[in-house]
């Protein structure tokens, strides 16, 4: 069964989750005191696996059956064929040539067949899309067109961690996947960490009540931290 006290501790615990005294500027063009970063636990063999059984567990609790996992490229890569690894030896019917071992590539081929220019094994059934961080949904959402040019069937789209930041838009991460009719999930989400995280590192007031602005302005929802 997926915890989710034992999953925010975990991203508490392996610095997934900080603050930044200076902001930095985010992919999406906005400048942010606070940051989500997987990569920590995903350069380690020991925290991926672990990972990977909060990502089983997950799924499970949310009565999705796949046949296959693919990460987002390169954000999500690791954890997916982990995940995907795990999942297959546990199914009553794994044998060869029945769970595909995909991965997308970062960048695409200029030729060939679309399963050779984007892929380094083909996602096969039921695909459930995985990424690590989604502030916008950008890259997540240009691999769900990856993947349904290729005609996989996706499932669902699970994040790690959702920032609950609206898009240029108006619409949240879960607003537009929903609008290609895939189910969005997040594991974890801003409203509920950052208060989590503040109280554990005390960044400081300056920065709490700077974060509390940024939501105003970009959040899904407002989150209270002073």
């Known amino acids: 069964m997926f915890s989710q006290s034992k999953f925010n501790k975990f991203i508490l615990d392996n610095g997934v989750i900080g603050f930044f005294t200076e902001p930095?500027?985010?992919?999406?063009?906005?400048?942010?005191?606070?940051?989500?970063?997987?990569?920590?636990?995903?350069?380690?063999?020991?925290?991926?696996?672990?990972?990977?059984?909060?990502?089983?567990?997950?799924?499970?609790?949310?009565?999705l059956k796949p046949d296959c996992f693919y990460g987002v490229p390169e954000g999500a890569t690791k954890l997916a064929l982990i995940t995907q690894y795990k999942w297959a030896k546990?199914?009553?019917?794994?044998?060869?040539g029945v769970y595909?071992?995909?991965?997308?590539?970062?960048?695409?081929?200029?030729?060939?067949d679309p399963k050779d220019r984007y892929f380094l094994g083909m996602p096969g059934g039921l695909t459930i899309i995985i990424e690590d961080v989604t502030t916008t949904g950008g890259s997540l959402l240009?691999?769900?067109?990856?993947?349904?040019?290729?005609?996989?069937?996706?499932?669902?789209?699970?994040?790690?961690?959702?920032?609950?930041?609206?898009r240029d838009d108006g619409k949240s991460v879960e607003e537009a996947v929903g609008a290609l009719g895939v189910k969005y999930l997040a594991m974890s989400d801003a409203t509920e960490?950052?208060?989590?995280?503040?109280?554990?590192?005390?960044?400081?007031?300056d920065i709490g009540r700077k974060i509390e602005e940024y939501f105003k302005a970009y959040g899904t929802k407002e989150v209270v931290l002073l």
């Open 193 to 205: 960490l950052l208060p989590l995280a503040y109280e554990k590192f005390q960044p400081g007031e």
């Open 24 to 63: 930095i500027r985010l992919k999406s063009g906005r400048d942010s005191h606070w940051y989500v970063n997987w990569r920590t636990v995903t350069e380690d063999v020991y925290l991926t696996d672990k990972l990977a059984d909060f990502m089983l567990h997950f799924i499970e609790d949310n009565k």
């Open 142 to 166: 240009a691999a769900m067109a990856t993947l349904k040019e290729a005609d996989v069937d996706i499932i669902a789209a699970i994040g790690l961690t959702n920032r609950m930041e609206k």
């Open 90 to 96: 546990e199914q009553a019917d794994y044998a060869p």
């Open 100 to 112: 595909a071992l995909p991965m997308g590539r970062g960048k695409p081929k200029e030729h060939g």
